[in-house]
């Protein structure tokens, strides 16, 4: 099929209904049809959507599919103006062997056992937080949980688990940033040059007095990579940056979105509020139903292949829907019903991608929402909207999944 005569195709990425957290009706019509269906892209250009769970993990585990964006043609791009000339790709949009070999430089910190030995510290995050919410109040107006909570997790937990910086430098780095990664997507260009200043400063000083490499990861990556000369410095300052803002966005909406869902299901979260415990289901099914990075498992094939049927040309784009296959009923029944008694196994939860590329922060992304919602309903047992679900501002239809503000009550 040209170019010319895709017009008959559904357009993508689809949209979300209005006022709405919930998938776009035709990831259920596409995944009825079959497993492998073809859309075009705002550019007029056909590609491959890929809607069950099976096919996606096969798709996502494949060498015959390429993660490299910035030099293979036929990259899916699903928005314009976001590829952006010149772009020097972290590991994330390599492949291997380089993606692997980059990907080992900072692999040890965030490992499952990694991320164990920092638990007491993700806590004490969260702890303050909230406990900085509750101290505050909200007789002066509503609080919103994006800006207050949402927003601040993650950042604070790389800088201070991972980079070792001090709380009063994290802290004032947080206050000042504008490059957060949040859900709105208006992290300014002064905000991201900051951030970048600030990154660099960050590896003089870490050059010029390592810490000790199996503690600190930026003294790990200047002593075992850049003085090796493996990495140049704009590679490393990339690296470090893609480091501390990739999983925002996604653990930002999966807190608002799960505090949405829970306040939505009364019942469920009376049971986390006298389990707290339940913590760790209750993050699975918010990953699963909601899916927060769902546009992201983008790939271009490199040989002709077959998946699901359907007989694809070498250099296709091909999307994995990994929200799609998160609501797979042959794999979740009743797949559009929240429940946290399902069973979601955290190494099948599609919700960070799967194969080569999966998210490599994913282990410390699940402790930070179990810290979350182990926490937020047993320190603030009233907490409530504070306006109205339908006046609540979502991201773009066409974007990932989000809520701007959370205004709040307890």
Known sequence: MSQANT?????????????????????AELRHQGPTE?????DGRPAWI??????????????????????????PEIHSGTKKDGVRPTFVHMDDPKHARHRAMTESFFTQEATEAVKPQVQEVVDSLIDSIKER??????????????????PKVILLSILKVSEKEANELIQSSSALGGTSGSASESGHTDLHEYISQLIDARTEKPRRPQDDLLSKLVVDEYRQANLDRDDLVNLVYMIFVAGNSAIQSSIVLGVITLLQHQDQLEELK??????????EEILRYHTPSALNSRRVTTTDLTLGGKKIKS????IGSVRSANRDERVYPDADKFSIHRQVDPHQNLAFGHGPHNCQG?????????????????????????????????????????????????
């Open 315 to 318: 250099g296709s784009g091909v």
């Open 38 to 42: 073809r859309v075009q892209l705002f």
């Open 274 to 283: 006298e389990n707290p415990e339940l913590a760790g289901r209750v993050v």
């Open 7 to 27: 017009s008959d195709l559904p357009m993508y990425p689809f949209a979300r209904p209005p006022k709405s957290y919930d998938p776009p009706a035709e990831l």
């Open 137 to 154: 109040g909200c007789n002066n107006g509503p609080i919103d949980l994006v800006k207050e909570l949402a927003t601040v997790v993650n």
């Open 362 to 410: 994913q282990w410390l992304s699940r402790m930070e929402l179990q810290a979350i919602f182990s926490s937020l309903f047993r320190k603030l047992p009233n907490l409530r909207l504070a306006i109205e679900p339908s006046e609540l501002e979502y991201t773009s239809p066409t974007q990932n999944v989000g809520v701007l503000r959370l205004p709040v009550v307890f």
């Open 50 to 75: 890929v809607t069950r769970d099976k096919e996606v993990r096969e798709m996502l585990s494949s060498d015959k599919f390429s993660n490299d964006r910035y030099n293979r043609d036929g990259y």
